[in-house]
């Protein structure tokens, strides 16, 4: 029987797609052992892997929401770098211990593709979204550009150094050369359509893209609290920023002001217990949502970018209003929008509010407009037919055929 050992990055939006797909290799007869963070052991047991805890105290999705939240690209590489210095030789143990034939890591687990050299196993990447080039930042106003540089060079010295300590403790030649992040493969899987790479360099006969993964959504599953709310003819509105920001009460205050007297159904999913901006009545805040389910019976999405969220949406046919708070979300907001499926806006990028009025349009516009569904629903479609997790896992399948 072969043996795939799997690295996760501990967070919502890279775990979740990673599921279906060990799932269908447990059932087709693998044995897949996963490591992981406490907070996703029983997301990953439940798909029949063996789950397997990280060094406690090292990395949790909590240091990786506060480094994203900090504004800079590079602070999630300082967490990832120092995290490595312990995970890179616990994979590498932990892969030798149940004899694996291979290890699959995140695209930015660092200390998967580390371990697997130490243990001299090839390796599977699973890269969770897009490549963004270098030519990136062209995309950016001045403005833009200069929220995005100061935060970055904040934290450019320590990952400098980071990267020297994990070079001095496994050799230059176990670590990649800048930049280290995405990790590509052995074999490279994107569960994201290739509708929305654009030309890279680094694409090879080795990178394949099989399509989101994630499991369709119904309403039937929504409890009796969402259930009623949402029940009727006004059209559902999602609003999400994501497990890894924190949105504020400026961003909840507008909105109530956006919303309040659109003759539609909105749910704030707030990452938070309480909110101190009282809402119309149209509006219902909870703390976390079913989003798949609900997304089932959606009209619009305002979502943050992340590719997961995203694709989530897509999957369901439901057109995004796009709220990035980061560059590569802005990246991700606009190739959907090439589709025909996303509006973006962009005053975060900034350091600026959205307005409630460009909210509101946005919204009405997504929903008045037919051709954002219907290019929602062309491009779910489209995903679907490129395999999805049957199709990664077939591959993982045949590349632990080849190598074992």
């Known amino acids: 029987m072969s043996v795939l050992f799997v690295a996760t990055m501990p967070a919502s939006g890279h775990v979740n797609p990673l599921l279906p797909v060990l799932s269908r290799l447990a059932a087709s007869g693998t044995k897949v052992v996963a490591a992981g963070t406490e907070e996703f052991a029983e997301r990953i047991s439940a798909t029949g892997a063996d789950f397997v805890p990280y060094p406690p105290g090292v990395l949790e999705s909590a240091d990786i929401a506060e480094a994203t939240q900090s504004g800079s690209s590079v602070a ?21 211990r149940v004899s694996a034939s ?32 270098t030519g990136a930042i062209k995309a950016l106003s001045l403005r833009e550009s200069m929220a995005e540089t100061w935060p970055t060079m904040r934290s450019l010295p320590a990952a400098v150094s980071g990267r020297r300590e994990v070079v001095r403790m496994f050799g230059k030649d176990l670590v990649p050369p800048t930049p280290m992040l995405p990790l590509r493969g052995d074999l490279t899987l994107f569960p994201v359509p290739r509708d929305l790479q654009g030309p890279d360099d680094r694409l090879d006969d080795t990178c394949v893209f099989v399509g989101p993964t994630a499991e369709a959504g119904t309403p039937a599953a929504l409890d009796d609290v969402l259930r009623t709310f949402i029940d009727g003819t006004e059209p559902v509105v999602l609003v999400s920023l994501g497990t890894l920001h924190a949105a504020g009460e400026e961003f909840f205050e507008t909105c109530a002001a956006a919303f309040g007297e659109l ?3 909105v749910v704030l999913a707030t990452g938070r217990s309480e909110l101190e901006t009282p809402l119309p009545a149209n509006m219902l805040a909870m703390p976390r949502v079913p989003q798949t389910d609900l997304l089932a019976r959606t009209g619009v999405f305002v979502t943050h970018g992340g590719m997961n969220s995203a694709l989530e949406g897509i999957a369901a046919g439901v057109p995004l209003v796009v709220v990035p708070q980061q560059v590569e979300q802005f990246l991700i907001g606009q190739a959907f929008a090439e589709q025909g499926a996303a509006l973006v806006l962009r005053e975060n990028l900034s350091g600026r509010p959205v307005p409630a009025d460009e909210l509101r349009v946005a919204v009405r516009t997504a929903l008045d407009d037919p051709g954002f569904r219907e290019a929602a629903t062309a491009l779910g479609e489209r995903m679907r037919a490129e395999g999805g997790a049957d199709r990664a896992a077939a591959l993982i399948g045949a590349f632990l055929s080849e190598r074992g």
Do not use: C, Q, Y
């Open 263 to 265: 003759p539609v159904r």
């Open 102 to 133: 291979a290890i699959l890591h995140d695209s930015n687990a660092l200390w998967g593709r580390i371990g697997a050299r130490l243990a001299d196993l090839p390796t599977v990447s699973f890269m969770t979204t897009i490549l963004i080039g």
């Open 76 to 96: 999630v590489i300082v967490r990832v770098l120092k995290a490595t210095e312990t995970f890179a030789p616990f994979v590498a143990e932990e892969a030798r």
